[in-house]
């Protein structure tokens, strides 16, 4: 299927499903504490706020519409915590309704409801801030001289552009440098949909000052792609001395492979075997890939490691069970004989400011590098 019209797909199953919410959420608020309100108010603010985030992304200016977004994005996981918690007390309510509580048990259910909603949304707004650090230690049974350690850190879906401060960039690239890394890896996106403000909004400043000594490696996800202008892109990423390895293959000092591949939806990306059919398969070989869901196709090719993001964890419930559905490995580490596959939740946001369920992160691997011991003699 050509990826526009599985995007054209997903966004209208996505906008369908969004408004549903939003009119339950207005249904039901307005049937506990404004009877009197029409329904057309309802369904007038439910398509106006479905509608905000969409029109915002679509008819923006590269610059965009920060204030729209902002309120949008608030919305978005605000009416998502609504819809949960309301449902949890539809559950209570049809139980105790049957029991004979009346009126004032089922308003007590939903006022209780709605200050859940409320400390949810603060919660995870604020444990949205931090950014944590999560370790992970894999041995490859490749040598790999000089090295027989190697140290990289994973930053993925960063989402930088519209309303992300530099600051905030400038802590991650504080906290990775912290960790020492031989080489940093960026699985995709980096951007979240134009380039212009990565160009005039100093991260390329920021990027530059990663102490990496063997490099910053980089793959696009599908927020990359969102920009047009893939040249334009390419050179920004060039700037910041990011090396951009989409559907290619890097010789890191002579001792193994680095590997990325180009986002899944592009219809125009290479197949592993096409990118990897001339590499020795003594060496080491690391894959970057955006996303984790054609794990077994890396692990088929003999990569050693695969390093991918995109699902955020799920970011926020429930999305997280969404994610768990979804994909084999949502969030971690997994280990199939030789192929490990890591995934991140993210250092970034998409959308909503919330995480509830998932944690920003960014991501230390230590890897020890093994030759395979000698086959027995008989």
């Given at each position: 299927m050509p990826s526009e019209l599985s995007?054209?797909?997903f966004l209208s199953v996505f906008l369908l499903g969004y408004f549903a919410v939003n009119a339950f959420v207005f249904w039901r608020i307005r049937t506990l504490w404004f009877p009197g309100l029409g329904r057309a108010w309802g369904f007038l603010a439910a398509t106006v706020l479905t509608a905000a985030y969409p029109i915002a992304r679509i008819f923006a200016p590269d610059e965009g519409w920060p204030t729209v977004e902002m309120l949008a994005n608030l919305w978005m996981g605000v009416v998502m915590f609504l819809c949960s918690w309301f449902l949890a007390g539809e559950c209570v309510w049809f139980v105790l309704r049957r029991k004979g509580c009346g009126l004032k048990t089922r308003n007590r259910i939903f006022f209780t409801a709605l200050a859940l909603s409320v400390l949810t949304a603060l919660w995870g707004w604020v444990h949205a801030q931090q950014l944590y650090t999560v370790q992970y230690a894999v041995k490859v049974d490749k040598s790999a001289p000089p090295f027989s350690n190697l140290r990289v850190v994973v930053l993925s879906d960063l989402h930088l552009g519209k309303g992300k401060p530099v600051a905030w960039m400038e802590t991650v690239?504080?906290?990775t440098n912290a960790q020492a890394p031989d080489m940093v890896l960026l699985v995709g996106d980096i951007v979240d949909s134009s380039v212009k403000s990565f160009e005039s909004g100093g991260y390329a400043e920021a990027f530059?000052?990663?102490?990496?000594?063997?490099?910053?490696?980089a793959v696009r996800g599908n927020?990359?792609?969102?920009?047009?202008?893939?040249g334009r892109l390419k050179d920004a990423f060039k700037a910041a001395h990011i090396t951009l390895i989409d559907d290619s293959v890097c010789e890191v000092q002579g001792a193994f492979y680095m590997a990325g591949r180009k986002d899944y939806g592009q219809t125009n990306r290479l197949s592993l075997e096409q990118i990897t059919k001339n590499l020795p398969k003594d060496k080491p070989l690391l894959l970057l890939d955006h996303r984790p869901n054609v794990w077994e196709e890396s692990a088929e090719a003999g990569v050693d490691i695969q390093f991918s993001g995109h699902t955020h964890g799920g970011q926020f419930f429930p999305a997280t069970l969404v994610t768990k559905l979804l994909y084999t490995l949502n969030h971690g580490m997994m280990q199939e004989g030789p192929f490990t596959l890591i995934v991140s939740s993210g250092a970034g946001l998409w959308g909503p400011p919330f995480r509830v369920g998932s944690q920003s992160e960014i991501v230390v691997v230590d890897i020890t590098f093994h030759p395979p011991p000698p086959e027995a003699a008989f």
């Open positions: 995007a054209m797909i690239v504080a906290q530059r000052k990663l102490n990496a000594p063997l490099g910053v490696f927020h990359d792609f969102f920009e047009s202008d893939s």
